[in-house]
Every structure is written in structure tokens, then in C-alpha cells.
């Protein structure tokens, strides 16, 4: 039988994992990368493919369209494929918390849909994220999870312990979670 190469995947979170989380991040003006990110998605990406996986329910709030959110998403990609690194796809979650969507994380519905398009080993691939509700996504798809302390991590870090959530690193770096993914190859 033949033996199908399932591919590794990092699955990031954007805002606060990949670049400054401002309050809800769609002005173009407020677009900055966090320190490490360029650097530690090179050192990754000849063994993963990226994805973005983001809730933005800034959309839900009326705060910003899908149309804002697509141009301020294209400068992170673009900003990226400069630097030759690809993200292979974006999903984004535009509901609120209460509309009860199937596609806001901790929902696992963007890696079941990255599964089926890409053919993922989900044990081998990474979740990385500054909220509880990243790792939580991650665990529940089967992946290892990568807390970051930056963004909204810092802030969150007691909750991953009164919720009993436990990601598989925790860091306040990421291009130091890069090195530590290497480790796991
Ligand atoms: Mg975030
Ligand atoms: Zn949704």
C-alpha cells in the first residue's frame, strides 16, 4: 500500500502571535509586526506550511468590514512574501461570541477545512496563540500548542491555570518557540 506524505503544519493566530494587537487591528496605520516573527517563521517554514487562523469579530461589531479586514490582512502577507515566506491560506471568523457560529476558535471547523484541503498530520503540526482560547483550539484538533505571552497573552496566562488548559510550550518569544518546534522534528 502506498504510504500517503501527510504535511506539518503551523496554524498562527494573527493578532498578538504575528503582529501588534491594537485593539481590534485593521488600520493600516496601527500594522506592526511583533519582534522574532519574520525571523522565526524562516527558520520553520521548510518543514510547515503556514495558516492564519483568526476571530475577528470586529466585523460582528460593526467596527470594520470584511473589505477592511482583507486589505489590512493582505499587508501582513505581503509584508511576509517579501521576506519569502508564504502563509498558504488565511481563515477568519467575522461572528461575535454569541452569534454561536461553528467557525470561531476554540471550534476546530478551519482545521477540519485545512485538513481536507491539505491532508495534515495533526499530531506533528502547531497551534500558536496569545489566548486561551488558541490552545484550546489546538488541543481540541489533536495539535501541540504554543502559548505566546505577548499580545493578550500576558494578561491571560491565570486563566490557562483556574481553566485548566495546558498548552505544550509557553513563551514570550516567538522566534524562541521556533527554535523549540525544531526540537520536536
Ligand atoms: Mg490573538
Ligand atoms: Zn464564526
Do not use: W
Amino acid at each position: 500500500m502506498e504510504k500517503i506524505e501527510k504535511e506539518k503544519a503551523i496554524i498562527l493566530d494573527r493578532d498578538g502571535t504575528l503582529i501588534e494587537d491594537k485593539n481590534y487591528a485593521y488600520k493600516i496605520e496601527d500594522f506592526e509586526l511583533l519582534p522574532g516573527v519574520i525571523e522565526g517563521l524562516k527558520l520553520l517554514q521548510n518543514e510547515f506550511l503556514f495558516f492564519i487562523v483568526t476571530n475577528q469579530s470586529g466585523i460582528g461589531r460593526g467596527y470594520y468590514t470584511v473589505k477592511d479586514f482583507h486589505k489590512f490582512n493582505n499587508l501582513l502577507i505581503e509584508t511576509l512574501k517579501e521576506q519569502n515566506i508564504i502563509i498558504t491560506k488565511t481563515y477568519f471568523c467575522p461572528h461575535l461570541k454569541e452569534d454561536k457560529c461553528d467557525c470561531r476558535k476554540p471550534k476546530t471547523k478551519f482545521i477540519d477545512m485545512i485538513n481536507e484541503e491539505f491532508i495534515i498530520d495533526l499530531n506533528e503540526s502547531f497551534v500558536i496563540g496569545d489566548h486561551p482560547s488558541d490552545i484550546e483550539f489546538g488541543i481540541n484538533a489533536g495539535c501541540k500548542t504554543i502559548f505566546l505571552t505577548t499580545g493578550h497573552g500576558y494578561k491571560h496566562l491565570d486563566d490557562l491555570k483556574s481553566l485548566g488548559i495546558k498548552p505544550t510550550i509557553i513563551s514570550d518569544n516567538f522566534f524562541g518557540v521556533a527554535k523549540e518546534i525544531l526540537k520536536f522534528l
